[in-house]
């Protein structure tokens, strides 16, 4: 721990300088500039990979496996500008740290460890395309650990469970092509808004009546266009919507009930309606014998049992490749006012659970002997 201790300013360095550079997914340009500018003075190999991300390995006296540890990069697009309101800055800290808590220990190291600086988490992804680059293949990575800040949990504890554990996501769009008439001759037309409405309700009732009240799926139309002034019959009606599940044949029905509702309401209404269903990423499926090591490694007094979430993460692509667990680091405090959840504009955290997720990743090391 006084090896951990003695690192705590730099990360909170680390953290203060990737705060004020955050950039958005495939744009992390200054970003990846700060990591490699920082490998370089460790002394740390790397490969770059889809243009901003940056992958270094740091080799074992004795390697028998590799193991990889993974930090998203990028920043969210907001109505203030791009900024760091999804913990990002932070787990680049915490990986940094443990990048030059290993090359200070490197004589203790027996076997190989990755780090990986993933673009675009948020959007447009940066998961699949460096697996199609061949991250996993090219370093021969036998598994994988990644963590998020998670503001819903205490500092100190850590979140997980085993098998599914965030969703698959996708985005829909919906275009309704109708007629337009005078506003007081409504027969003459045929109103996109009373279409966009009634499909709106008939989608709600996927969910409700058409998934088993054991399944988990949610379908939200989070913003409807519609129409151009109050006294002229809407010709045109534009929603955009999510969906989450976890199980991929649950993913797959509901794809395929809304593809029918949408012709349904062609149909009920004489319209055009188009719809787009765009696959977002996959669920985070925790390996039951990871999650097991971890759970006896940690102890069970630090670790909190989580629900599935709906939120979704696209460390769930490693995990189609090779052995991977996700877990979420606590960092409510309510003393403090860290209670704001991800993506609100007042997110924050104590740097002190910097401390919690190095000690975390070491502890794990040493137990699993790759690191003495």
Known sequence: MNDIKALFEKLKNHRNKLHNIGEIGRKEYNTSKYIRSYLDKLGIEYSVYIETGTVGIIKGKNPRKTIAFRSDIDALSTENGVKHLCGHDGHMSILLGLIEYLNNNRHNLNDNIVFIFQPAEEAPGGAEEMIKQGVLKDYNVDEIYGLHIY???????????????????????????????????????????????????????????????????????????????????????????????????????MKKRIKEVVSGCEVMYNCKIDAEIRDFYPAVNNDKKLYDEFINIIGEDKIIKLDPLMISEDFSYYQKEVPGLFFMLGSRNEEKGYINGLHNINFNFDEKIFLNALEIYIKLLKAKKLLN
């Open 151 to 253: 503001p819903e949990i205490p500092e100190g504890y850590i979140g997980l469970r085993d098998g599914y554990f965030l969703a698959q996501g996708a985005e829909i769009d919906i275009n309704i092509t109708a007629k337009s008439a005078h506003g007081a001759m409504p027969q003459n037309g045929i109103d996109a808004t009373v279409v966009a409405s009634s499909l709106i309700s008939n989608l709600q009732s996927i969910v409700s009546r058409n998934l088993s009240p054991i399944d988990n799926g949610v379908i939200t139309i989070g913003k409807l266009n519609a129409g151009s002034v109050r006294n002229i019959v809407a010709e045109n009606a534009y929603l955009e919507g999510t969906m989450r599940t976890f199980s991929p044949e649950t993913y797959a029905h």
